[in-house]
T-cell receptor, first 114, second 111 residues
């Protein structure tokens, strides 16, 4: 069975600070996808990124960056120069290639203080 | 806007009742997934349909059922509702099975 752990339940930072959200996953499968989703106060789930298990390249998109390390089964998410609009609950998730159901972590509530 | 639509946005009903949640996937997406988000269980996969056929089942109660119609929209039927069924129900769709795009959700309150 798959498991995704987001140990940080809540994080608060002052605007413009950098913040890293941790995600640790467990699976016996060697091929899988990892995801980050954002849930703003309005409630919808917004897709942010997908990584394949065979591609450990880090990725940067604007102020967002992701660090994928298979050796530690981690897929961490960093927001640089945080903004109030980044306040949301962020979910890390995993699916197996060939089994599309998403297994979600419990989420990290990020609050950016103006 | 993900392109996935869900109706209604909010639903308030009583215990023992039956409700139907509706989902229209993104244009061209053949797969539809249903998830439940509750305070105690978090985000849980319920069921997946692909082009009208059930493909995978998760933690879906026997009182719940779903179907996908020829036009690819999907409905999730919840019956004999209990207080504990109060939750946010999400539909997601996917074209390739890799990335799922979520609708805005239906917030169900059972009183």
């Amino acid at each position: 069975a798959q498991k995704v752990t987001q140990a940080q339940t809540e994080i608060s930072v002052v605007e413009k600070e950098d913040v890293t959200l941790d995600c640790v996953y467990e699976t016996r499968d060697t091929t899988y996808y990892l995801f980050w989703y954002k849930q703003p106060p309005s409630g919808e789930l917004v897709f942010l990124i997908r990584r394949n298990s065979f591609d450990e390249q880090n990725e940067i998109s604007g102020r967002y960056s992701w660090n994928f390390q298979k050796s530690t089964s981690s897929f961490n998410f960093t927001i640089t120069a945080s903004q109030v609009v980044d306040s949301a609950v962020y979910f890390c998730a995993l699916s197996l290639i060939g089994n599309e159901k998403l297994t979600f972590g419990t989420g990290t509530r990020l609050t950016i203080i103006p | 806007d993900s392109g996935v639509t869900q109706t209604p946005k909010h639903l308030i009903t009583a215990t023992g009742q039956r409700v139907t949640l509706r989902c229209s996937p993104r244009s061209g997406d053949l797969s539809v997934y249903w998830y439940q988000q509750s305070l105690d269980q978090g985000l849980q996969f319920l069921i997946q349909y692909y082009n009208g056929e059930e493909r995978a089942k998760g933690n879906i109660l026997e009182r719940f059922s779903a179907q996908q119609f020829p036009d690819l929209h999907s409905e999730l039927n919840l019956s004999s509702l209990e207080l504990g069924d109060s939750a946010l129900y999400f539909c997601a769709s996917s074209r390739t099975g890799r990335t799922q795009y979520f609708g805005p959700g239906t917030r169900l309150l059972v009183l």
